[in-house]
């Protein structure tokens, strides 16, 4: 089964984006975010564990993005506000089973999306 992002998109400096990603049960998952800028490694954006629903967000994008998610529609979304230039990245949705103090750890998610392209011009 393939996680489904929805698509990106363009956007001013200043605006705001909602991500979603579908397409399996989530039951007992970690989704994470993660972004990818040209020349730069993958980053870790949030994740939320679907049982329970706790959320935790990298510094970099905190008070600006959230992660939540709807349980009848088996789908999480990464609520983007006051995107910034330097938030212009692929984006995309990954599922793992980390424990908490590891949702950053890129290598530890093994289903990912396709990755959907956001742009935040000036």
């Known amino acids: 089964v393939q996680l489904q992002a929805s698509r990106g998109g363009l956007v001013q400096a200043g605006g705001s984006l909602r991500l979603s990603c579908g397409g399996r049960?989530?039951?007992?998952?970690?989704i994470g975010w993660f972004r990818q800028a040209p020349g730069k490694e993958r980053e870790f954006v949030g994740a939320?564990?679907?049982?329970?629903?706790?959320?935790y967000v990298a510094d970099s994008v905190k008070g600006r993005f959230t992660c939540s998610r709807d349980i009848a529609k088996d789908t999480v979304y990464l609520q983007m506000n006051s995107l910034k230039v330097e938030d212009t990245a692929v984006y995309y949705c990954?599922?793992?089973?980390?424990?908490?103090?590891?949702?950053?750890?890129?290598?530890?998610?093994?289903?990912w999306g396709q990755g959907t392209q956001v742009t935040v011009s000036s």
């Open positions: 049960s989530f039951r007992n998952y970690v």
């Open positions: 939320i564990k679907w049982n329970g629903g706790t959320t």
């Open positions: 990954a599922t793992g089973s980390p424990v908490y103090s590891a949702w950053d750890q890129t290598g530890l998610y093994y289903h």
